[in-house]
């Protein structure tokens, strides 16, 4: 079961951290991802982490303005995106999945290969 929370209405420049509370399985064996999804466009992945946290993935449009991290500490895995410097074309529903990495090569933008998906959360940013 996935929990997002953190999303929302911001203007342009603002900042927003989503969470992603990942439970029922043992998360920290998954490499995880947050993914969106605008109004008429395919979703696309937005940032990616591997299941220790040694690597990360960004789309080339919020690198440098993103961060993703999680925290494997507990029984629920909890996934962070920081979002800073919000644009409005960041706007679209935010979606946490994780994919365990079957054959063992991690594919952080294959959409595909994620095995687990959240609701997904709004973000919306006015300019």
């Known amino acids: 079961q996935f929990v997002e929370s953190g999303g929302g209405l911001v203007q342009a420049g603002a900042s927003l951290t989503l969470s992603c509370a990942a439970s029922?399985?043992?998360?920290?064996?998954?490499?995880m991802g947050w993914f969106r999804q605008a109004p008429g466009k395919d979703r696309e992945v937005v940032a990616a982490?591997?299941?220790?946290?040694?690597?990360?993935?960004?789309l080339d449009s919020v690198e440098g303005r993103f961060t993703i991290s999680r925290d494997n500490a507990g029984n629920t895995v909890y996934v962070y995106l920081q979002m800073n410097s919000l644009k409005p074309e960041d706007t679209a529903v935010y979606y946490c999945?994780?994919?365990?990495?079957?054959?063992?090569?991690?594919?952080?933008?294959?959409?595909?290969?994620?095995?687990?998906w959240g609701q997904g959360i709004q973000v919306t940013v006015s300019s």
């Open positions: 029922g399985r043992t998360f920290s064996d998954y490499a």
């Open positions: 999945a994780a994919d365990y990495l079957h054959d063992g090569i991690w594919r952080p933008a294959a959409l595909n290969l994620y095995d687990y």
């Open positions: 982490i591997t299941s220790n946290g040694d690597r990360t993935y960004y």
